[in-house]
């Protein structure tokens, strides 16, 4: 404990030192540093604390040293993220790799896997991308259907993925893809690293219904890909993935309340569209709405808190976490729709100077919620997961 | 900040468990009910119960409590809930306590809270006046005569009204219903001339009284606090009062809900276990994640009760108004998927629905709540 103590102590005073304020506040997505090959830095501060996090391996603290990371335990890695969260630290680095294929390497990848990618992740030289998702397979995602075939001392790769977050923007793709079609479902996928830079390979962005296009479909034609570049054990890369998915389902529950950086909260839009009386909105039924959505969030949030307290005191069964993907996103298209109704026809605004910036964000970003119970698991699908996994009711799913 | 128990709370809790299954299932309710019972609980129960140490669960150990505190009071309650166990559990010890906890002096501390300690002496609060929850709208006058009071009005909805030992009641010294100024509390004997007291027949089978106040006499001695100054201190035994309820509420939905999961795996029809349908599954699975969502905020009121937040007001709203709802979707979700016979007299699951829409009735229901908590949040 006394050792904890020292660590937050030095860890506090060492941020406070190099942590330029500039980068102490939020950051907007064109702030944000997500590294590979043509990545930029929004400033120059920006550059120097990436640089500096990177010197001590806290881009990717967890990671053992060899791979670039600062070999933090499960502890001292909490104190890290609640010190930056007490200075408002920006994250110095974001992407899938360090959120999701780098866990999932450190778990399933060899030697030389490790040391070819990891550390090329920790340091930012190059931004991955995801490829799960196909036309035809979704929610069914063991349905997949690109293949790749064996051809001695490599794979040749052919199909496509969707919902390829910012593949144009991307180096390489983890990907899963059918090695054996004669298998059932699951047994013959594979888990495949693939560098975009290949002839065959080639993106195209999706628009989005809020204008945005966050999401590419990527394409394979004849990709040769290395043998060296399969993860684990050939025929079995759903493991891989289940274990990815967790990740990605962790990562949308815990900042479903930060991926969409709202331009003002409900309480601040109800004072700005609603007639107030005796300090209370007059009219009762958006009252009773905005109360309705703000106890939920006041109770999602104590929720977070007991599953914290539930994994730190070995109580609880673990099944209350299941619930936090639905619970969150539900509830961010549902704040969302409540602005819209508070705003009026002044929430549907798309472009130009009838709307100030604040309205056409909220408009947009209501469109863009939309996307939020479909992506990494639907919400149907995260209740078929409570219904097998916590309540144990027999089904075929 | 405590969302979980701690081991002498789980220590509590199992105990609690075990005890109420063996001497204080739900047969026990439906005993009391065919036999129509006139006290409607058990004595014996009740004895043994404080012969636990549960009567001064909240009780402070220089008045022979347990000094527990409310956490460990809701673990009791959320399984008083589970059983439907009938008991002067919520009336006197949480209610009734906390009045004279909170408003009264070390005399009257040392007079009643042994007494309740030791499982011999039972409280009621007093305080409805009309069908629904409304602490401010006090009619009840209690007049200066004499060295004392006397006091005049009725009251309805009074839990375990008809058999406590000593009412707390709620009364207006000064000011209009609808105003906190003038507010008193009075410890009165149930026995005193001028008490008239009836038992309401509630389809929870549980008990619930009409009082009526005819010149009633008490000594000055018998105000709680200060005269006409006691709104703020009312509000607190009352928030107290919603995050034990909605303890005991949680409790309720809880074992109304295991038990249709499962009746969900055991009931065959087409073939197959109906659990396997997809149409109740998400319902199911929709339940489960409002009972997870309101076990958290109920683990946090009763901690911000033992920790005596500011912000209890605001969490006891929060608990109370999820409480309702969550309870009512349960219990409504629990009779329609059991089908025909969850409409039965011979099916407990009636029981639990019965006993909800009772407790959604004490202090405030789920609109109540999200105005009081609106107005907490300052819209």
Redesign the interface.
Known sequence: MEDLEQFRIEVRQWLEANCPPSQRTPASPEEQYWGGRNATFASGDARVWFERMLARGWTVPEWPREYGGAGLNGQQARILKKEMVRLGCRAPLYGLGVWMLGPALLEFGNEEQKREHLPAIAEGRLRWCQGYSEPNAGSDLASLQTRAEDHGDHFVVNGSKIWTSQADRSDWIFCLVRTDSSARKQAGISFLLIDMATPGVSVTPIKLINGSSEFCQTFFDNVRVPKQNLVGVLNEGWTVAKGLLRHERKLMSETADTVTTAAHTP?EC??RYLP?AD???QD?LM??A???H???M???G??Q??IL??AR?G??SG??SL?MK??GTEEEKRKYELMMAMMGSQGIGWEGEDFDAAEIDTARQALFTKALSIAGGTS?V???I??KR???????? | ?????NEEQ?HLRDTAREFLLARAPVAALRALRDDRDPLGWSRELWAEMAGLGWAGIVIPEEFGGLEFGFTGLGAVLQETGRTLTASPLYATCVLGTSAILLAGDQKQKQAVLPRVAAGETCLALALEESHHHDPLGVRLRAERHGDGYRLNGAKQFVLDGHSADLLVVVARTAGEPGSGQGISLFLVDAAAPGVARRRTATMDSRNVARIEFQDVEVPVTALLGAEGESWPVLEQVLDRGRAAIAAEMLGGAQECFQRT?AY??QREQFG??I??F?AL??R???M??EL??????V??ACAKVDEASPLLP??AS?AK??ANDTIELVSNEAVQMHGGIGITDQLDIGLFLKRARVTMQILGDA?YH??R???L???
């Open positions: 309480i109800a004072r107030f300090g209370r909105i009762p009252r009773d905005l109360a309705r703000e106890m939920q006041h109770a999602i104590l929720t808190l007991r307290e539930e005191t109580t609880g099944a209350t619930i639905y619970c149907e995260q209740l078929n409570i219904a916590a309540l144990e009711l027999p089904g075929v799913i | 900040m405590a969302m979980t128990l789980r999961v969900l795996k197959v276990a659990g396997s997809q599954q998400h199911a699975a929709a489960f994640i997870e969502l309101l076990q958290s905020v683990m946090d605001m969490v929060l108004a999820r609109r999200r105005a908590y609106a107005t949040r300052g819209f």
